[in-house]
């Protein structure tokens, strides 16, 4: 079943427009300077995750492993990665606990040498569910080894987990248990498309959590995905809830802006689409920026597509940086921005 649910979303989630209908990215405008003072070739986009050193602010975010098609996509993304020396994920390795014979499926990125390499789990299992046992620590360090990780991802997914037919609804105690957890693993805190608001960054530092990834509102609705996949299983109502809560969530540059001065390190991602938006991101104070959905329909391509993808983005981002006269990531921290539209209203949230 986990099988096919992961085979059904990344086709539904290439195939289908499963964005959400408002990108808050086109809210956010860089300031042009006309008079930058710097050489285009000497910009350095060069940055620190804690101590890993990756060659652009970007990582490819976890989507996949555990199915045929699946170690394709993660071995394109990792030669990519490896080759522009960027970070990646992997999807969620809860498969491999009860299935260790698709451990190469994930194992496959250990051959390419990736400056940033994530683990990923789900925070439903880390409590036991109705039909599962929760995860153990052993269980952690297994599938930490398996991709030999710099991090693990801890994924906040309750909207899609609502929306999903066999979804796992219980969250009680998983505060407690992440806690234990960040006292021995390095831990990021991740949603996958509802974004995080400040109270509940404020617990997942309290927590321990080393970084937050806020994967908010502005671009893959999960909401949406289970939507298409209900209406495949004939399940109405939550064909109904997928269309009902397709937009819901935190906005991802709000939940960047809210978060930004919390003393973690935090990924931005949720609706990234090119080289501007990664700019944007750095801009509001995110250290690095994820991109999914957009990557995956070149990584089913193949390995050139998604490479002369990922060298348009990294173009657009020295585009961005030469205009703002920013030659380094540092010096476009720095820089000034104007904010628009329903991404204001946000702000004015408190
Ligand atoms: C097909 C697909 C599968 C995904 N699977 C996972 C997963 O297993 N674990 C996870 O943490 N996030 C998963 N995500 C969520 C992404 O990592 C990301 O947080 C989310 O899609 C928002 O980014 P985007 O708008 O760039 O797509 C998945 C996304 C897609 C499109």
């Known amino acids: 079943m986990i ?8 086709a539904i989630a290439s195939e289908r427009d499963v964005n959400s209908h408002y990108n808050y990215w086109d809210d956010i405008q860089l300031i042009h300077n006309a008079m930058p003072e710097i050489n285009y070739d000497e910009i ?3 940055t620190y995750f804690y101590r890993r050193n990756l060659k652009y602010p970007i990582i490819i975010e976890s989507m996949t492993g555990g199915f045929s098609q699946g170690k394709v996509i993660n071995e394109n993304i990792a030669k990519v990665a490896s080759e522009l020396q960027i970070g990646m994920g992997v999807g969620s390795q809860r498969i491999l606990l009860k299935k260790k014979e698709l451990t190469d499926t994930f194992s496959v990125i250990k051959e390419y040498d990736i400056p940033l390499r994530i683990a990923n789990i789900g925070a439903p299992q880390l409590i036991e569910q109705h039909r599962e046992k929760a995860v153990t620590d ?11 990780a710099h991090f693990i991802d801890i994924h906040f997914n309750f909207l899609q987990e609502v929306v999903q037919p066999e979804g796992d609804k219980k969250a009680k105690g998983i505060e407690m248990r992440l806690k234990e957890i960040c006292s021995k693993f390095p831990v990021i805190a991740k949603e996958t498309g509802a974004g995080f608001d400040y109270n509940t960054g404020m617990r997942l530092k309290r927590a321990g959590v080393m970084a937050i990834d806020v994967s908010g509102v502005s671009g893959t609705s999960f ?19 997928g269309l009902t809560y397709w937009d819901w969530g935190i906005p991802s540059p709000y939940s960047v802006m809210t978060l930004n001065n919390i003393g ?8 990234i689409r090119n080289g501007l938006d990664v700019a944007k991101s750095i801009v509001i104070g995110a250290d690095l920026a994820g991109i999914a959905g957009h990557a995956l ?5 193949g390995y050139r597509p ?7 983005i990294v173009e657009e981002l020295k585009a961005a940086m030469f205009l703002t006269g920013s030659k380094s990531i540092e010096s476009l921290r720095t820089k000034k921005y104007l904010v628009s539209g329903r991404l204001k209203d946000w702000l004015e949230y408190k």
């Open 306 to 312: 998604l490479l002369e993808e990922m060298q348009t």
């Open 223 to 241: 909401a949406a995905v289970e939507h298409y996949r209900a209406k495949e299983l004939n399940d109405r109502v939550r064909e109904r809830l």
């Open 297 to 301: 329909r070149f990584a089913r391509e």
């Open 264 to 271: 973690l390190k935090i990924i931005s991602s949720g609706g």
């Open 138 to 148: 052993d269980d952690l360090y297994y599938i930490m080894n398996v991709l030999d």
């Open 3 to 10: 099988e096919n649910r992961k085979s059904d979303h990344v």
């Open 44 to 46: 350095s986009t060069e």
